[in-house]
Structure formats: C-alpha cells, structure tokens
C-alpha cells in the first residue's frame, strides 16, 4: 500500500474494520452474491491462473473453486482483516496476498482477473494499467459496476430511506435524537463510457460492455449495509437494541442494478510482424 492516497488508507481501514460483518452480509443476502456467480459465468475453463482482485473475505472464489476446482487462484486485497479471513476461509487452497488493485502483480501471471463488487474504489487508470500488467497476452480482466458508478445507469436513487426511516422513527420513540446519526456518505462521480475507453485504451484493453443486470434487495439488506459503520452504533447504551427493532421494521425491496464489463489483453506481436 506505499504510496496510497490518505482517502485510500482510510477506506482500506474501514473495510478492515468491517470485515467481520461485511462476511456476514454476504452469507445473509443474495445481491453479492449474483454479482459474483454472473462474473463466474463469463469465466472459460482454459483460464486456469486467476486474480481475484479486491477478493474480500472470498465470496467470488469461492464461488469460482466449486465450478472450476482446478483453477490456480490468488485473492488480492488491501484490507487486513479481509485478507486474514480469506486465509482461515481457504488455507493452502488459494495463495491470499495483501496488495490493492493499483498494486497487483507480478507481471505477465494472469490469464484472468476478476473484481466483484469493488473495482469503483480504485483508481480507474492506474488500476487498469496494473491489471494489464499482471495479463499475459489475450488475457481477460472481468469486473462489474453497480449502478451509481457507470455514468448509463447512475441517478438519484438512494437507500438510505429504506433502513433510515425504520431507525428515526424508533430512536424518536425511545427519546433518542434521530439528528445524531451519521450521514450518507458521498458517492464519487460515476465513470463514463469516453473515460472508461480511454483508459483501456492506454493500457492496452479491448472493452466489452454488457447489457445491464437487475437484482432486487430488500430493505433490511441496506439496513446491514449501513450497521457496519461502527458510528451507527454511537454511545447509547441500548443502541444495539434499537437497532435490532429498527431491523424488523424493515419492510420493500429496490431493484439493484449493475452492469458487468469484459475487457480483453492485446496479443502478443507475433516476431518479424511490422
């Protein structure tokens, strides 16, 4: 992590701080886990050394093993606490490093690279330029968006009322100040389509933009999203019971919507060509 931005350091120790919860989200709600099974479908059995970068906890190669138990995995991410759960998760099974996708290496390794759920939180260019680094020739980098980071589906929507309103209405009840809780945080500006080609282009990569998937996510899914902020919890002795009422009262569903990319490594120039 030499080098990182202090905004990347920061958002690598949040993750490390989550990691525990943020392995529970994913093993109690679906959305995560169809971004990564749908990934999982794009991958060719002849793609046996594979990147999973920003692999988390592991959900992806998991996800990968049980369909190609064969393939030579290596999980990637920056956040400690993912990587020691990755390592109880999967021991001798896949080699688990501590290295953010702008530092993935080594160079020529890969066949393929995947990102689930995470590739929005890199740096685009330089995040693809180590990408095509770690690809031999013809290799593949395949990775998806949600929808508020690729500029064709970003818009307004928000989830924050889903898990919100339930928890206002029940810190009022207790005599709690639902003022107090912590804000959405920013999102960063979406990418676009010119900005995306452009730096593919730079590193080499062909880009493929497939149709755009639809999950739906029911409420309490945004709600544990949201409570692995340690700030949700503030100092209130009896916060944790009120968010457990809070939870119940989680009712709807939004649709999801999320969009999965397939960019591709020039060939070698073969010798003696112009």
């Not at 260019?125 to 690809?135: C, F, K, N, Q």
């Not at 020739?137 to 924050?160: I, K, M, Q, V």
């Not at 409420?219 to 002795?237: E, N, Q, S, Y």
């Amino acid at each position: 992590m030499t080098g990182a931005d202090p905004e990347a350091l920061k958002r690598i120790e949040l993750w490390s701080t989550r990691a525990g919860a943020y392995d529970l989200l994913i093993q109690g709600h679906d959305p995560l886990a169809s971004l990564a099974a749908r990934l999982v479908e794009l991958v060719r059995p002849e793609e046996q050394d594979v990147f999973d970068v920003g692999g988390g906890s592991g959900l992806l190669t998991g996800l990968l093993l049980t369909r190609f138990p064969e393939a030579n995995v290596t999980l990637q991410d920056p956040a400690a606490g993912m990587v020691a759960l990755a390592r109880a998760r999967f021991g001798d099974r896949v080699t688990v490093e501590q290295r953010s996708i702008e530092a993935a290496g080594p160079a020529g390794a890969a066949d393929l690279v995947l990102a689930n759920a995470c590739f929005h939180m890199a740096d685009l260019e330089r995040g693809l330029s180590a990408v095509s680094a770690l690809l031999r020739p013809g290799g593949r980098f395949l990775f998806n968006l949600w929808w508020h980071s690729w500029e064709p589906t970003a818009g307004e929507e928000r989830s924050d009322d889903l898990w919100r309103v339930p928890l206002s209405q029940v810190l009022t009840e207790h005599g709690e100040d639902p003022a107090q809780l912590p804000p959405e945080p920013e999102r960063s500006a979406p990418w676009s389509p010119p900005r995306l080609a452009a730096a593919a282009s730079s590193s080499g990569l062909a880009v493929e933009v497939l149709p755009c998937d639809e999950d739906e996510a029911h409420a309490r899914f945004f709600f544990d999203f949201a409570a692995m902020d340690a700030t949700l919890l503030g100092a209130h002795p009896h916060r944790v019971e009120r968010l457990r009422e809070a939870r119940a009262r989680c009712e709807g569903v939004r649709v999801l919507r999320s969009t999965r990319f397939v960019l591709q490594r020039a060939q070698a120039t073969p010798a003696g060509s112009p």
